[in-house]
């Protein structure tokens, strides 16, 4: 036992212990992020104590961070605490990332970037530093990190595997894990077992009467704290029915009547600043008593197990002995203190947040130094923290409408950090106070919301619509536009209905600029149809010209919405490299998952494979679970094209993300896949089992827009599954559609569908019509077309002449990587009297799609460096992948990458420019 009274060594932690062990012996060989979870007490830090001496002992280099309650609110204060011990390597930083920590950490002026900018450099100087040494990151109460330090953190930790670093992390429950995803190792701590309790109990208090042991063993019910601390409260006869946190925090709070003045002011200072900085506490603690408070002062403190000093520092023993303080002391006692603090500390956000506690009516002076506080910190990247500091501003402000004008400036940064339960509080504030109809007009916006919220999808489309029409009386263009993109984008994940889609056009033809790309892509999500042939006009007239990277992605968005996947291939490549150079990851995740799907339906499959494999980690990163939901389609159709069996998880999965917000567009997606699954593997009923379910207005999977990508796939299903009488009216329809709009795809897939369904005497003149058309960019179109042409060729006796469009039917699959597709050519050529070679597969083909694209950019001539900075990977995670990737290529350099991978990929001719 040691002298503070917690025990040597941990009891009943095991299997915890060994596992953590393992990973700090291979921490050389692979990287990982733990997250250890828990209940108060329950011996979390003591793990984590435990690691960081294992860890030390092994060679390895330990960096920590604790979370403190006070300083959430306070931008990047957890990871700067954390990487501070390696900010010597800060300068051999890329410069772009280098100014991004720099900002981040407030040691320039300069506004903090994108978070995933201040992300990837926070990577790379980890990465960097295990390179000489592997690092052990510590992070404990990681649940009361500030905001950005733990988004930063999340971001590192799903990037590890090839780092020499093992991340644990401890955050008790109750609260969303910090870290998350597939590679996360969690470990929830149990309470002990009665064996080990009584360990414990027997080391902490040896000399127990026997019916106290008992007792306290079924007061405590095997939580560590409970066992050690509660012994220390003697054998009382009874006490009262308090939970076990509660009996806890009392049992630290029986310990300060006996404590000297001085040192409860001294505790009560440092658990309301609670930074670790003992010479802080001293100042604030001798200011309120108006004398010098020594460290002396703490011994008494320390001698009954509050807290444990250093010299320089002191730390409470746990955080319920500083809430124990907190709640022991009068509110004048905390006010007080809180106006000590606010006179000593030197951080002027840290004396404005004590001033403001410290208030107990309106004060416009603070209420203004907060909103001050709020900016520094939303230019440093907190928004929580601005939202915090801006709702405090609005609590110490006497003017109604002043009030008000705060109250919905913190509605509006809460919105942006995904706490909807902190925009209904704070809008309810506003709701109580005479507004004027300006600020009512906001608090409308706010609450129908900015994104993609659809569950009332109808009422939400007419009131955006309805604000965007009254910013755009009042001369505010901008707003309008920024309003109607809500909109519609609402009517594509789900229709709301024909009345709604004509006002917002009313609305957008009286308003905007109809030569706006922006506007263009509005235009496309409402109208995708009656403004199809416009929005494709002007977007071609785009095509070639300087772009820049926000309406390079607009026009991507617009041009698939519409039906022009190359087209839409074309911008969205274009628009990811300035979206990549700024750090906006989550404009990039959704560039990326549209450009996925876009060449998905022209039979790019490498493009889509890469893209929807980088889309769906940065999904992850950036919380958008509808582009997860389309990288997810994407990932399974290409998967089962190169012949995958087991892809039905991964739609599944999709299909719950599209029930959840209860968007049918992703629905249409997921049966859209289905049935092109289906129809790779030659089961025709099923496909159409399938598709036919999105052109039903009563499916939950119908979707206009979607339906019209399929139709091609659709009749195929029909004509083989003896669906042809049911399909008829369906072609019709989109016929009608057809003649009105120019959109490439469904009139790919309606001239595909014609052939199959045309007469005897008439097939063969619409296959060559069909084929005569501009295919060069439908590569997968074009071969399925020629499959067809020469399978219909062949079944009427003309074998010599079916070989040809069989042949290019093959070579083209072979190239595409259509492993079904080309094993159905070959044997149709059987059956005309051809053989065939069987497919070789490339070499290529044993990558995985993360490997594909890193071994593409290598190719290309990047460093390793400048692969990372564009993946948003460390250096070291490309030079792993390199070393796997070489061996499945069967060469030793990057100069034979280029013959092994075969051609790059398709280039844009889009010009983008960075603005």
Not at 798 to 813: G, N
């Amino acid at each position: 036992m040691r002298a503070d009274g917690t025990t040597a060594g941990l009891v009943g932690r095991d299997a915890q212990m060994d596992a953590l062990e393992r990973l700090l012996h291979g921490v050389r060989h692979r990287g990982v992020a733990v997250l250890v979870r828990g209940e108060a007490g329950i011996g979390k830090s003591a793990l984590l104590h435990h690691v960081s001496g294992t860890a030390a002992a092994l060679g390895l280099r330990v960096v920590s961070t604790t979370g403190v309650e006070s300083e959430a609110t306070l931008p990047f204060a957890g990871l700067h605490q954390l990487v501070r011990p390696l900010l010597g390597r800060l300068p051999a930083l890329p410069a772009p990332q280098r100014r991004a920590l720099r900002a981040a950490f407030g040691l320039t002026d300069d506004a903090a970037p994108e978070l995933f900018l201040t992300g990837l450099a926070a990577l790379t100087l980890i990465s960097d530093s295990a390179a000489d040494q592997p690092l052990v990151l510590v992070v404990d109460d990681a649940h009361w990190l500030d905001r950005p330090s733990a988004d930063v953190l999340g971001f590192v930790a799903r990037r590890l595997e090839s780092e020499a670093v093992v991340l644990v992390a401890a955050q008790r429950d109750g609260f969303p894990p910090v870290l998350s995803g597939p590679a996360l190792v969690e470990h929830h701590l149990a309470r002990l077992d009665r064996r080990a309790a009584e360990d414990v109990l027997a080391r902490r208090a040896p000399q127990l009467d026997p019916a106290v042991r008992r007792r306290l063993l079924a007061e405590a019910t095997g939580n560590p704290l409970a066992l050690v601390e509660l012994p220390l409260e003697g054998s009382r006869d009874e006490w009262a029915p308090l939970t076990l946190t509660a009996r806890l925090e009392q049992a630290f709070a029986d310990r300060l009547p006996g404590l000297p003045d001085e040192t409860r002011d001294l505790l009560l200072v440092a658990a309301l600043e609670d930074g670790g900085d003992l010479g802080a506490a001293r100042a604030a603690a001798s200011a309120l008593r108006g004398h010098e408070v020594t460290a002396e002062a703490l011994t008494p403190a320390v001698e009954v197990g509050l807290v444990v000093a250093d010299g320089a520092g002191l730390a409470f023993r746990h955080p319920l002995v500083r809430h124990a303080i907190r709640q022991r002391a009068t509110l004048a006692e905390r006010q007080r203190a809180h106006v000590a603090l606010a006179g000593t500390l030197r951080d002027p956000d840290r004396q404005t947040w004590h001033r403001a506690v410290a208030c107990d009516a309106p004060d416009d002076a603070v209420a203004a130094d907060l909103e001050d506080a709020a900016a520094r910190a939303q230019r440093r990247g907190g928004v929580a923290a601005a939202q915090a500091a801006l709702e405090r501003a609005a609590r110490l402000t006497a003017d109604p409408a002043e009030r008000a004008r705060r109250y919905l400036q913190a509605a509006e940064l809460a919105f942006e950090w995904g706490r909807p339960d902190v925009v209904d509080r704070l809008l309810q504030e506003t709701a109580a106070l005479d507004v004027p109809a300006r600020e009512r007009t906001r608090m409308t916006v706010i609450r129908e919301g900015f994104e993609e919220g659809i569950r009332d999808v109808r009422a939400g489309t007419r009131v955006l619509t309805e604000v965007a029409a009254a910013a755009a009386a009042d001369g505010r263009a901008d707003q309008a536009l920024r309003f109607l993109q809500a909109a519609s984008l609402r009517c594509w994940w789900a229709d709301p209905g024909a009345e709604a889609r004509a006002r917002l056009l009313e609305v957008v033809d009286r308003a905007l600029d109809p030569d706006d790309v922006l506007v263009l892509e509005v235009l496309s999500y409402v109208a995708p149809f009656e403004r199809g042939a416009l929005v494709l006009d002007r977007l071609r007239a785009l095509s070639g010209g300087p772009v820049d990277a926000l309406r390079a992605q607009a026009a991507g968005d617009a041009a698939s919405v519409v039906g022009d996947f190359p087209l839409a291939v074309e911008f969205l490549t274009s628009a990811q490299t300035g979206l990549r150079a700024e750090g906006r990851l989550g404009l990039l995740g959704r560039a990326l998952a549209v450009q996925a799907w876009s060449a998905l339906n022209v039979g790019r499959f490498d493009l889509a494979a890469t893209a929807a494999d980088e889309a769906a980690r940065l999904a992850a990163d950036s919380a958008q679970p509808l582009m997860g939901a389309v990288a997810l389609v994407v990932q399974s159709v290409v998967s089962a094209v190169r012949g995958a069996e087991d892809v039905e998880d991964r739609l599944a999965e999709a299909a719950r993300l599209g029930l959840e917000v209860d968007s049918n567009a992703v629905l249409a997606g997921v049966q859209f896949a289905r049935g092109t699954v289906a129809l790779d593997r030659g089961l025709h009923q099923a496909a159409w089992d399938h598709l036919v379910r999105l052109s039903d207005p009563a499916d939950p999977a119908h979707h206009p827009v979607v339906r019209s990508f399929a139709v091609g796939d659709l009749v195929e299903a029909a004509v083989h599954s003896g669906h042809r009488s049911e399909v008829g009216p369906i072609v019709a329809d989109l016929e009608e559609i057809a003649a009105r709009t120019s959109s490439p795809v469904l009139l790919v897939g309606l001239r595909y569908g014609r052939a199959l369904l045309a007469p005897e005497d008439e097939a063969e003149d619409l296959f060559s019509a069909a084929l005569a058309a501009d295919l060069s960019a439908w590569p997968f179109a074009r071969a399925r077309l020629q499959l067809a042409h020469g399978a219909w060729r062949r079944r009427r006796r003309r074998a010599a002449e079916s070989r040809a469009p069989l042949r290019a039917a093959r070579d083209t699959f072979d190239a595409l990587g259509a492993a079904g597709w080309g094993d159905r050519a070959r044997s149709e050529l059987r059956a005309s009297g051809e053989q065939s070679r069987p497919r070789t597969p490339e070499a290529r083909e044993q990558l995985s799609p993360q490997e594909l694209l890193i071994a593409q950019l290598a190719a290309q001539g990047l460093t390793n460096r400048e692969i990372g900075a564009r993946l948003y990977l460390s250096h070291r995670t490309v030079g792993t992948h390199l070393h796997r990737i070489f061996p499945k290529l069967g060469i030793t350099s990057r100069v034979a990458l280029r013959a092994a991978i075969g051609p790059e990929p398709a280039t844009s001719t889009v010009a983008a420019t960075v603005t």
